[in-house]
């Protein structure tokens, strides 16, 4: 399975776009990354995901490199409530199971 | 609206007892899932399910009992052999159509020993 690499902690001026990093060097051809978030004590809450093509929705862009060795996730303008862990994921298609690690904590200060 | 509910939002074990997690989905998805997640760690996956009447063992299955019987419930039983249950308990559901159907949670079970 694939494994994914973020760092333990960032922080992000309210307003300002928050860019989360992650690493999956050993990803397979056919192996999509998903974002998600959690709030203290909420389920993980789906932003984006992708194959090798950029992505943007209404939350989220998710930038993936084009060895697809890395991507990163740009919340555009962060505001306080996007203050949350985040988990990239690649995922195990057969089954559908997510592998999660152990997440970026964001924090968005005022 | 549609979505994942999860029941009851706190639970309390005795020792030696059996509980059981309840999980419901209006969504007409395929395949649930349950997670276990311990303070400041990621989700692990205990057991999962892709039809009625089939599920799968995780990677952390034991001490653990789950059933399908109908497509939009999928109860989670913590029995008296999981030794460390306390933590907090995620279930998750997902669309088989297509090969990159995300997830959706639920909003957790945390279950406690008394």
């Known amino acids: 399975d694939a494994k994914t690499t973020q760092p333990t902690s960032m922080d992000c001026a309210e307003g300002r776009a928050a860019n989360l990093p992650c690493n999956h060097s050993t990803i397979s051809g056919n192996e999509y990354v998903y974002w998600y978030r959690q709030i203290h004590s909420q389920g993980p809450q789906y932003i984006i995901h992708?194959?090798?093509n950029n992505e943007t929705n209404e939350m989220a862009s998710l930038i993936i490199t084009e060895d697809r060795k890395s991507s990163t996730l740009i919340l555009p303008h962060a505001t306080l409530r996007d203050t949350a862990v985040y988990y990239c994921?690649?995922?195990?298609?057969?089954?559908?199971?997510?592998?999660f690690g152990q997440g970026t904590e964001l924090s968005v200060k005022p | 609206d549609g979505g994942i509910t999860q029941s009851p939002k706190y639970l309390f074990r005795k020792e030696g007892q059996n509980v059981t997690l309840s999980c419901e989905q209006n969504l007409n998805h395929d395949a649930m899932y349950w997670y276990r997640q311990d303070p400041g760690q990621g989700l692990r996956l205990i057991y999962y399910s892709q039809i009625v009447n089939d599920f799968q063992k995780g990677d952390i299955a034991e001490g653990y009992s789950v059933s399908r019987e109908k497509k939009e419930s999928f109860p989670l039983t913590v029995t008296s052999a999981q030794k460390n249950p306390t933590a907090f308990y995620l279930c998750a559901s997902m669309s088989l159509t297509g090969e990159d159907q995300p997830q959706h949670f639920g909003d957790g079970t945390r279950l406690s020993i008394l």
């Open positions: 992708g194959l090798k």
């Open positions: 994921i690649v995922r195990v298609t057969s089954a559908g199971k997510l592998i």
